[in-house]
Each structure stands twice: as structure tokens, then as C-alpha cells.
């Protein structure tokens, strides 16, 4: 299977050891793992702010590059949810048939990095070691528009040494949202202010997520609060072995 890793722009930009991490991951479970050079973003922010004719040229663009793979592989339920379903949407609406079929195929074969996993490479210990206390905290866009449900949990109920602590009102969003945390600080705050609360909860020495964002934002108030508390994307802890 040809596999390529999608870094995804906030992880390429901020947090390059998720994308490292998961090739790793991969590697170390026998797979081989591309990473097309011309890559670039899916388009997701330009969607959901209403460039919708903008993120035409970065749909086809991410179609052309990906489409040769088997699967595609994401750090990211929120962009693995654009690709899957707002690629089609956008070249369908913008007057490209054609490449609206692309897209859909290309999206069917994009994963989150917990799909991948379990649903198509049928494993759910990865061998993984981290001996530390940790809550996991459900993305919305893997939540609710992927539906990847216990698939997470399952990969960290098997990581060796780890504690697992469930986290309270865990569906609830941790207020970040892309540019919904600019546009309406003050209701993001206070969104985030609940979250870290039942973080904070758990007594969990590390809380984890799929989405980067999310760990961006419920890790900057972490540190603020100075609690001692910090955010590893799932795919660095499903990674590590020592």
C-alpha cells in the first residue's frame, strides 16, 4: 500500500514532530510513508470563511498531488474533514464536475490517523510505551463530522505504562474553532476556561487530542494558568517507545 502523509499547514508551520511522529508510528508498524514536496493547504480556512472560489485552485491542486496514492494519512480530523467533505462540494459548486469525482475519490481514501489505523491497517497496539498520566480530549471534526468514535481510546487503552483518565463532558468543544477563537473571543474563552477545568479534573499529567489547533489552544491557557499540565498530539504518544 502506498501511504502519504498530508502534514497538514499547522503542523508543517507549529508542530513538525506530529507530522515526524507519524511517520515513525508507520514506519515502525512496516509501512512505508511518502511525503509529496508540493503538498500545500487544503483549502479548509479559505472555506469557512466564505473564499469558497479561492480554495478552488487548492482543491485541485491537493487532488493532482495526493491522487496517486493508495491512502493518504492526516495528523488531523479537522483537515481530513475538509478533503472528505468540502473538496467535492467546492469544485461541484464552482462549476467542475470533473474534478468534484477526484476530489471524492482522493477524499475517500484520506484518513485520520486513528482510522488509519484500526479500520485500515487492522491494528490497535502499536507498541507504544508512555508512562504518564493522560486524559484524551475529542476534536469536534473527528467527533462529529468524521465519526472516528472510540477509535482513539482504543489505541491508547493499549499504550504500555500509560493511566488513562476519562475526561468530564468530554464532547464539549474547547473553543478554538479556527477563526471562530478571533472572531468571538470572549465565548472562546470562556469555552476554554471549562475545558481546562475538567482537564485539570482528571488529574492528568498530559492531555491529548487528534487536532494540533485543539492542543494549541487548550495548551496556550494550560501554560498561562502555569499548571504544570501539557498537550501531546496523539500521534507523538502512540509514537514513543521509551
Known sequence: MRIALFVTCL??????????ATVTLLERLGHEVAFPQAQTC???MHVNTGYQREA????????????????????????????RHQHAT???????????????????????????????LGVEDVGAYFPHRVTYHPTCHSLRLLRVGDKPLRLLRRVRGMTLLPLPEADQCCGFGGTFALKNADTSTAMLADKMRHVLGTGAEVATAGDASCLMHIGGGLSRLRTGTRTVHL????ASTA
Open 11 to 20: 503542523a508543517d508551520t507549529l508542530f513538525p514532530d506530529v507530522g515526524k
Open 42 to 44: 487544503c483549502g479548509q
Open 56 to 83: 478552488l485552485a487548492l482543491v485541485r491542486h491537493h487532488v493532482e498531488v495526493f491522487e496517486p496514492y493508495d491512502a493518504v494519512v492526516a495528523p488531523s480530523g479537522s483537515c481530513v474533514g475538509s478533503v
Open 90 to 120: 467546492v469544485a461541484r459548486e464552482e462549476g467542475d464536475p470533473a474534478l468534484a469525482e477526484r476530489a471524492e475519490a482522493v477524499g475517500a481514501r484520506t484518513y485520520e490517523l486513528s482510522e488509519l489505523l484500526v479500520d485500515v
Open 235 to 238: 500521534a507523538e504518544i502512540l
